[in-house]
């Protein structure tokens, strides 16, 4: 059982992945950054976005559903995939869907993301509560972690005048320069 949640994991981070990146017309960093008002660069975006996020988040999937760095490790990393799962979920689909950015890669997929949120809290909620603060810290970071995504590129347009650019307007379609540079 354990390695069909594990595998559900991988294919779940991939396909969400996958859908960020192809999106429709745009790759999601291409949207956050049209959102914020930054150029963010091809090569940088995908090593970053897709790659690095898939790798990432594969490992913390890994770690939570095997508990091979140890039961402290394992109840936060699941914690940490619990609020991940919510955190991109709210904050970087429906919510930017919602005030009216679309459309929005891997917004489709957020299902399956929602699908192993509640897994885990069905399934795995007496683990979660052998150590509540490793779950919870885990929760928060989770969750955190997509929460900075924005304001950290809103950082970094203030700080790259090079990189600076006309924000997306909710409502209206995404800039020229983020479709097509």
């Given amino acids: 059982m354990l390695g069909l949640v594990l ?3 991988i294919a779940f981070t991939g396909i ?3 859908q960020e990146w192809k999106g429709e017309k745009f790759p999601l960093y291409r949207a956050f950054g049209a959102i914020v008002g930054y150029w963010f660069p091809r090569r940088n975006g995908f090593a970053l976005f897709t790659v690095g996020l898939a790798i990432f988040l594969w490992l913390i999937g890994f770690t939570a559903y095997t508990g091979w760095l140890g039961m402290w ?3 936060g990393a699941l914690g940490f995939m619990l609020g991940a799962r919510v955190g991109d979920s709210i ?7 919602l005030v009216g950015y ?3 890669p891997g917004l489709s ?11 885990i809290v069905v399934c795995f909620r007496r683990g979660l509560s052998f150590n509540l603060v490793a779950a919870a810290a885990g929760v928060i970071f989770g ?3 997509f929460l900075v995504v924005l304001p950290f590129m809103a950082f970094l347009r203030n700080h790259k005048a090079s990189s600076q650019r006309a924000r997306w307007i909710p409502g ?3 800039p020229d320069w983020a479709v097509t540079t």
């Fill in 16 to 18: 969400h992945v996958w």
């Fill in 7 to 9: 595998a559900a994991d």
């Fill in 172 to 174: 209206k379609q995404i």
């Fill in 91 to 97: 904050i970087s689909h429906w919510r930017l869907h």
């Fill in 143 to 145: 969750f955190l972690s």
């Fill in 102 to 104: 679309r459309p929005n």
């Fill in 73 to 75: 490790l394992g109840i």
């Fill in 109 to 119: 997929s957020t299902v399956l993301y929602v699908f192993e949120a509640l897994l």
